[in-house]
C-alpha cells in the first residue's frame, strides 16, 4: 500500500500545490484508488509515476468543488485514451446527478462502465482483501472520512516442515495454509495453525477531510497504521477554523492521539501560509508534532509507503 499525494491545498491551488486528491497504490493488485479529485488531478498524473490506466475506484469525501472539479476530466480523458476497464465511484448522493449533468451538457460519453454509489455510514466495498468504510465528519455540508481496512491473512506456511510430516502437496496445503486441520491417510491429525508463522495483520488507512475536531473522525482513526487528516489553519486562527469547519493543526494531532494511529500526515493547507505570512507551514508542524511526535506535512508528489506490522 503506497500513498501519493497529488493535491494538497484547501480551497484554491498555488504555485507548489494543487487542490485534493491522494492516491492509494495497491501494488499487487495492480490498482489505484483515488481520495477526492480537485481540479487539474488528471495533470498531476502525467507529472507523477502513476498509470491512470489503473484507475479502478474513485471515493469523494464532500461536493465542494476543490475536491470534485477535477473529476469529469478527469473521467473524460480516461475514456478517449481507450484503456480503462470500469470505474466505480463513492460519495454522496448529489456526486450522481452531477456527473449526469456534466455528461449531458458537455456531451461526453465513457466509453467504459462508470459506477456510482451514494455513500452512508458504514461499510462502502469489501472483497476478499479489503473493506472500506466510512464515517459522517463535521463540515458546512455533508462529508465523510474513509477508512481502508487490509484482511488479515495466515502466516507464512513451513513447507519444509509439511513435506518431513509426509503431507502431500496440492489442496490439503490450501487447508492447512487457511488454519484448517487435516487428517492424512494414517490418521494422523495435523493443525494448519502448527505449519503457519503468526497472522499478518492487515494494514490500515483513514483519510479525513474536510471536517473540524470531530469524533466521527476519532472512531474512524482508531488504531489506523496512517490517517490523513487536513491542517488548513494553524492553532492561532482556530476561531476561524470552527467557522469554517475545518481543522487545526493540533486538532488533526489530537484525532491522531485520540484514535491511537502509528503515523499522521497532514494535507489541505491554507494559501494564506505564503510567504510573507508570520505564520508559516512549518509552524503548523511544529504545533502538531507537540501533541503527536509521528506527524508528517504532506506536499504534492510526497509518496508514503506504509510499513507491514
Known amino acids: 500500500m503506497e500513498?501519493?499525494?497529488l493535491g494538497t491545498s484547501s480551497g484554491v491551488p498555488t504555485r507548489s500545490r494543487n487542490v485534493s486528491s491522494v492516491a492509494l497504490r495497491l501494488i499487487q493488485r495492480g490498482e489505484l484508488w483515488l481520495f477526492d479529485c480537485g481540479e487539474g488531478t488528471q495533470h498531476q498524473f502525467l507529472r507523477s509515476d502513476l498509470r491512470v490506466s489503473q484507475l479502478r475506484r474513485i471515493f469523494v469525501?464532500?461536493?465542494?468543488?476543490d475536491h470534485i472539479f477535477g473529476l469529469m476530466g478527469l473521467l473524460a480523458s480516461c475514456g478517449l485514451a481507450g484503456n480503462m476497464e470500469e470505474v466505480d465511484i463513492y460519495g454522496p448522493p448529489e456526486l450522481n446527478d452531477y456527473l449526469k449533468y456534466c455528461r449531458r451538457y458537455s456531451q461526453t460519453y465513457f466509453s467504459y462502465p462508470v459506477r456510482v454509489h451514494a455513500v452512508q455510514p458504514g461499510v462502502v466495498f469489501e472483497?476478499?482483501?479489503?473493506?472500506?468504510?466510512?464515517?459522517?465528519?463535521?463540515?458546512?455540508?455533508?462529508?465523510?472520512?474513509?477508512?481502508?481496512?487490509?484482511?488479515?491473512?495466515?502466516g507464512h506456511f513451513d513447507v519444509d516442515r509439511a513435506r518431513a510430516l509426509g503431507i502431500p502437496s496440492g489442496p490439503l496445503y490450501g487447508k492447512l495454509k487457511n488454519g484448517e486441520t487435516i487428517t492424512l491417510e494414517n490418521g494422523q491429525r495435523i493443525s494448519g495453525q502448527d505449519l503457519c508463522g503468526p497472522t499478518q495483520i492487515g494494514r490500515k488507512v483513514v483519510y479525513c477531510t474536510d471536517t473540524v475536531f470531530c469524533d466521527g473522525a476519532v472512531k474512524l482513526a482508531e488504531d489506523a497504521d496512517l490517517l490523513i487528516h487536513e491542517a488548513t489553519f494553524s492553532h492561532a486562527e482556530a476561531e476561524m477554523a470552527f467557522q469554517r469547519q475545518h481543522s487545526t493543526s493540533t486538532m488533526a494531532a489530537q484525532v491522531a492521539h485520540l484514535a491511537g494511529v502509528r503515523q499522521l500526515i497532514m494535507t489541505h493547507f491554507s494559501p494564506r501560509y505564503a510567504p510573507g505570512n508570520p505564520v508559516q507551514l512549518q509552524d503548523l508542524?511544529?504545533?502538531?508534532?507537540?501533541?503527536?511526535?509521528?506527524?508528517?506535512?504532506?506536499?504534492?508528489?510526497?509518496?508514503?509507503?506504509?510499513?507491514?506490522r
Open 61 to 65: 469525501t464532500h461536493m465542494h468543488g
Open 285 to 308: 508542524l511544529a504545533e502538531a508534532k507537540a501533541i503527536f511526535p509521528n506527524t508528517l506535512m504532506a506536499s504534492d508528489f510526497f509518496a508514503y509507503e506504509v510499513p507491514k
Open 127 to 154: 472483497d476478499d482483501q479489503y473493506v472500506v468504510t466510512c464515517e459522517l465528519l463535521k463540515h458546512r455540508v455533508t462529508a465523510h472520512g474513509y477508512r481502508v481496512s487490509e484482511k488479515d491473512r495466515p
Open 3 to 5: 500513498i501519493t499525494f
